[in-house]
């Protein structure tokens, strides 16, 4: 006849015990690929890099041309302060380094006030837009 099955704690413990010394010492406590110190340097550096890219912007966006065309726009400028906080970090760094090539290229006289104009509209519908959309 058949018997029914019963697992019986001191059984699965020695059990569990047994493989346990069998598995070799080195792969219980094998170092990890990446340490701990490292990655905390890496997401430190991330987000200096994100508050430096938001600073960037905020910096761009609240200059005098900016917020005289954010007005002529209608476009409230503390929504775009808003939606520029919550970019992805790829986005935030693209419209960073847009808004530090206008700022260098007007500078230089390489751009019309109308172009600046242009960059700065665009800038905060795109930082809107991806905002709206993170949002939905």
Do not use: C, W, Y
């Amino acid at each position: 006849m058949l018997r029914s099955f019963r697992i019986r704690p001191h059984i699965l413990g020695a059990t569990l015990l047994a493989g346990m010394l069998v598995v070799p010492a080195n792969l219980l406590a094998a170092d990890h690929v990446v340490s701990t110190a490292d990655l905390n340097q890496a997401a430190l550096s991330a987000m200096s890099t994100r508050e430096q890219n938001i600073a960037k912007l905020h910096n761009f966006l609240s200059s005098d041309e900016a917020r005289a065309e954010l007005a002529k726009m209608k476009i409230d400028p503390a929504k775009v302060n808003t939606a520029v906080a919550q970019l992805s970090d790829s986005e935030l760094a693209r419209l960073a380094a847009r808004s530090d090539q206008a700022q260098r290229d007007f500078a230089a006289g390489d751009l019309t006030r109308k172009q600046t104009t242009l960059v700065i509209v665009a800038a905060a519908v795109v930082a809107i837009v991806i905002a709206i959309a993170i949002a939905t």
